[in-house]
């Protein structure tokens, strides 16, 4: 048995001559995807600890009707698939790997020295490099977005909800202000449908132990929240089809390693759409850590200078107060007192244009066609509430420093600390009211006046058919609906 070598490395030839070292080498064994370590490491994230997983056709009980078509590697989610099953899509051809599919009862696999026995009896596969690309928004801000924006809201009870297709990306727009990513496996009945997604485990309600998982027979229309549905381009869906998106799905499933930023249901049920990781939703709450970090600091900065412009200020007037002495205290007092009024101008400028940036990247994306008009006015209400409540609970912490210098002797470093302090907690906690309550008032109003628009199409079409039956219409039928 000769030895070939492959960028610097000794490989060894296996027991059928075979040339280990052209292509990295899995073998596929009791439902286990494992590198052989005589091969090399595939052209990923070149982990020698990474797990691959394998997508799995089993169509019989014999070693023929056993297929692996695909596989993916854990840690980077690099992917590799059969060219001669999924033809569509753009893939790497320098960028190969092979796997032995091999009868667990007849064959005895050892990978610590590198020996695979009778491999005569195996099945070889080449998986091709995939280039994966998902169609959504791309743009320096699309960390303003909290979720997919290519999006369709779908109305509880409705055609639409009861006409959802298996494949499809869902997401749900909890009360609670989360945003739910599923995948529809199956239809079961009116609005009940299979779906996969991140859950907690039957067996461990009590902790935070979650892994993806299928839940059968889920009834939508008593789900909470409201429901839309992820719309992609023909290009992403022709690359991705449904046996594509299911074989993914399938390998996914009960995976535990649950991460906020990570590795979250979006990023699950985005990957098995598309082949790609991504969540909106993590950056944009990556974002907001880093936006409430420097809003506290901006809230600092404000006050630093507000109460150095103010305190001049008042030092000026005090000196001019013609022989009327007045207490530290009482200048103190005053000078907080404005120096107040000029951060709350400062914050409520900042949070403005803040507001003014999520406004106009969700204008773009309802112009872009890629949310409705309701959507987009209930993203706009929720911004507008988390600015009035953050400069509300803002503006509260004057009468509280007030209050303190009133009671309490304290320079004026101390104040001015307490004011910071007391500034941003109020302003941060005032920003996560403003959030939630957004999220649960637009969703309400939005319910509101979707019923009420509703209602006046349907009135429209009752005026319709019945001007129709009494001639004043140009249809002949009342029943022709393309008319109205």
Not at 344 to 352: A, G, P, S, T, Y
Not at 443 to 457: P, R
Request: hydrophobic fraction near 40%.
């Amino acid at each position: 048995m000769g030895n070939s070598i492959f960028y610097g490395k000794v490989f060894k030839r296996d027991q059928v001559g075979d040339l280990y070292g052209t292509k990295p080498l899995f073998i596929f064994s009791s439902e286990t995807l494992a590198r052989d370590p005589s091969s090399p490491l595939p052209i990923c994230c070149n982990d020698t600890q990474s797990e691959f997983r394998a997508y799995r056709r089993s169509i019989g009980t014999n070693l023929e009707d056993e297929r692996v078509v695909g596989m993916y590697c854990k840690n980077c989610h690099a992917e590799w698939l059969d060219a001669n099953v999924y033809s569509t899509g753009k893939f790497q051809e320098d960028d190969k790997v092979e796997i032995r599919v091999v009868d667990s009862e007849n064959v005895t696999v050892t990978f610590e020295n590198s020996t695979v026995c009778n491999l005569s009896t195996t099945q070889l596969s080449t998986l091709t490099r995939k280039v994966p690309r998902d169609g959504l928004v791309t743009d320096f801000f699309e960390f303003l977005l909290m979720t997919i924006p290519q999006r369709k809201m779908i109305e509880r009870n409705s055609l639409a909800m009861d006409n959802l297709q298996p494949g499809d990306h869902i997401m749900w727009h909890r009360p609670y202000a989360v945003w739910h990513h599923q995948l529809i496996r199956s239809k079961t009945g009116q609005y009940t449908y299979d779906v996969v997604h991140f859950d907690t485990t039957n067996d461990q309600k009590l902790g935070f132990n979650v892994e993806v998982q299928q839940k059968t027979n889920v009834d939508f229309s008593k789900e909470p929240g409201t429901l839309y549905k992820v719309n992609y381009n023909s290009s992403v869906e022709k690359e991705n089809p449904k046996e594509l998106v299911f074989d993914r799905a399938n390998a996914k499933l009960h995976d535990k390693n649950y991460r906020l930023f990570t590795y979250n249901c979006e990023h699950v049920i985005t990957f098995c759409k598309t082949g790609r990781l991504r969540s909106f939703q993590a950056s944009w709450l990556k974002t907001e850590l880093v936006f409430f970090l420097l809003r506290a600091i901006a809230i600092a900065v404000a006050a630093i200078i507000a109460s150095s412009i103010d305190g001049c200020f008042c030092l000026d007037v005090g000196n001019q107060t013609d022989g009327v002495n007045k207490t530290s205290s009482a200048v103190h007092q005053t000078t907080v007192h404005k120096s107040e009024l000029i951060e709350v101008v400062l914050v409520l400028i900042l949070e403005l244009l803040m507001f003014a940036f999520i406004v106009w990247r969700h204008w773009k994306v309802w112009k872009s066609k890629g949310i409705e008009r309701l959507d987009f006015l209930r993203r706009v209400g929720e911004a507008l509430t988390e600015v009035v409540c953050t400069i509300g609970l803002y503006y509260l912490h004057i009468p509280v420093i007030l209050s303190l210098l009133r009671n309490f002797e304290m320079n004026h470093k101390v104040a001015l600390f307490l004011d910071i302090v007391i500034g941003i907690a109020l302003g941060i906690f005032g920003k996560m009211i403003g959030f939630f309550l957004g999220q649960f008032i637009c969703q309400k109003v939005g319910k509101v006046h979707k019923i009420d628009s509703d209602e006046a199409l349907a009135g429209g079409l009752l005026s319709h058919e019945f001007s129709s039956s009494r001639g004043y219409g140009s249809c002949s039928s009342t029943s022709d609906v393309s008319c109205a």
